[in-house]
Each structure stands twice: as structure tokens, then as C-alpha cells.
């Protein structure tokens, strides 16, 4: 056998034992996004429980069931379908989003003091979130890894205390002063939370009341149990008064005038950016026939109609403009003269939610009732 014949089988031999060197003798499943949020379900129970039937669970199945009603009803305008219809990538920023301390806040985690907490040092921070966009990974919505993955570590709240016990893959929890404040949730709430002339309200400053302390449900020791009251709470989730906007609708009948008055005393900050919540106030005399109605709401139509403006083009946006039920807003408050005389009976009181004052009222939810008797 010539010479360069020995040399060529030495070469074979030698690429085949080092690729054989080079594969893994056990490769780690590459797992989906479902079960590496069940993978933490496994340790944390309650908070995946209570994640499941909450809004953030549900982000991504309530869009699909949102561009569906949208584009097959008339509940929509026209130019608002346009918008859903061709730019969806808009709304799977905040319904899908990628983990947002691997994107919009990078790096923040290392920080040691709220004051870095600035555009001038993350110029990202106040931008859109940024939209998964494998498809695979959408089932899940906000999930686990969105707000506590960094890396290869779990960012958790600024008291975790290390339990000392061993724990594997991607679950390396790391105490971190910004997490669970209002910076985390601004990649997707940055409207309402970035707005500091309204969070602040009779003395308590943003940075004295984080959205978890009112936003989040609290067990009896105190802490978060990851449910958020959202208008699809179920019945078991008692919604604490400081979220109940209803209550504080204000409606009296004296002298044959129904006085009806509004005023923010139980929120930090105003209405949500898009939402609406619409108050059905009647009058019934005792033998129970309607004598007068109207109607009461709160949205934010007056701020939010420029950014909606592009879309309808020379046309008015739609709805109707509400209260914004804003702490430093004077109280939203109407009289009307009952014509038809009334000495007995009772006033009911429907409380309705929508979640854009755009679309027709077709599209709000009853949410609460109350009767008032006079």
C-alpha cells in the first residue's frame, strides 16, 4: 500500500474519534415555552395556579378572541379594524412579550439604587415591549419568564431569603431591588405608571406605592399569591375597595333632583389608558316603573384621543368623553330634575366595563349592580 494511502486512513480515523469526542454523551431536552412555565409550576404551586386563571395566563388566548371580534363585527370602527388587521405586531408587544429584563431592562438588575432607574442609563426602558415571534411560544402569554428571567437566573423580590437547597437549570433566584416595583411593570403599563403627576395622591409618592400593593392579590401572611384583578375575576377573588370604582359612585334623590357625583378617593393614578367603565343609573318609583335613567363613565378619551387620530383621519374618534378619574381632577358631578313625581321607590345602579371606549357599548361587561332605596 502506497504512503498517502496510510496517510488518508490516518485522517479518517482521526476526524471520526474527534467527533465522536465532540458529541455530548447525553443531550438536555430542549424544552417548549408551555413546559418550562410548568416546570416552575411544579415548586410553585399556588403562584402557577393562580397565574393560570388570571390576565396575564390569558394575555395571548384574550388577543386571538379580541383581532376575532374585531374583524368580524361591527362593534369596531372601521379605521380601528385597519390597524388590527395590519399591524399586529403592535399588540403581541404586551400580549407576548419577550422577558423583559433580557430586553427593555437589561442590565438593570445589577443596580443597587432606584436613581439609576432613568432613561439616561437604559434609553430602551420606555419603549414597546418586545414581541416573542416564535409562534410556538405564544400559549403562555406573560408568563414566569417574562418578568423573572434574566439570563441563566431568576430575578425574585429584594427579601429572598436562599432556602440552601440545590436547584437545577434555569432557577438560580437572584434578590433584586427592582424587581417587583413599578419598573417592572412598565414595559407593557408604562402609560398609566409613567404618568407621576397622577400617581401621586394625598401624599403617597410613586416611589412610596409599587401597582403590586394594590394590583395584586395578598394572602394572610401578607404575600403575593401572582393573581391580578382583571374585569374576568372569578368568584371566589374579592377585589379589595381600592380597586372597586363603583363604590364610589355617589347617588342621591331629595326634593325630586337626583344628584350624582364621582370623585377618585381610592386610586393613586387615573383610569387605564383604553378602558372604560360605564355607570346605568335608574329611578323606579314603588310600584317598580322606570321613571328617569342616565349614564356615568370613566375613560381617558381626552388624552388618548391624539394617539388614536392617525388612524381615523379626518374622521372624529369615537366614544364618548368620560371622567378620567384622576386624583387631582375636580369630582365628576351632575343634577337632574325628576319630572314625574316620585316619593318612594329605589335607585339601581349597573356598573358596566369595556375594554375600549372606542367600540360600541355593545361590548361592556356588567360587573356590578347596586339599589339604593328612598
Known sequence: MK???YVIIGL???????SQCALPT??????SRLEQVE???????????NWKIGPHAQAYAKLEEHVDLVLNSDIFPEPYKGMIAQNPAVCKSCHVSENIFDTRLKGLEKEENMEKFTQAHYPEMMEFAVPRTDSTMFVTGIDCLTCHASGDKVLTTEDFKPSGQKMEGQCQPVASTFFTKNISCVSCHKFVVNDQEELAHQGMEIAQKTCNSCHQEYDSEGKGTHYYYWRHDPEDKVRPKNMRVFDVLDVQLKNQVLAVSWENTISPHSYSECGESIADIEVFNEAEELVFSTQARLNRKIYHDKDLQPLFKDEPVSGIEGYTFSPKQE?????????????????????????????KDDLAEVIYTREISF
Open 39 to 49: 416546570k416552575c409550576g411544579s415548586c410553585h404551586q399556588d403562584a402557577y395556579h
Open 3 to 5: 504512503t498517502y494511502h
Open 26 to 31: 447525553a443531550k438536555e431536552p430542549v424544552l
Open 331 to 359: 369630582p365628576y358631578e351632575q343634577s337632574y330634575k325628576i319630572e314625574k313625581r316620585v316619593k318612594k321607590g329605589k335607585i339601581k345602579i349597573t356598573g358596566k366595563q369595556k375594554a375600549q371606549y372606542w367600540a
Open 12 to 18: 479518517v480515523i482521526f476526524i471520526a474519534l474527534v
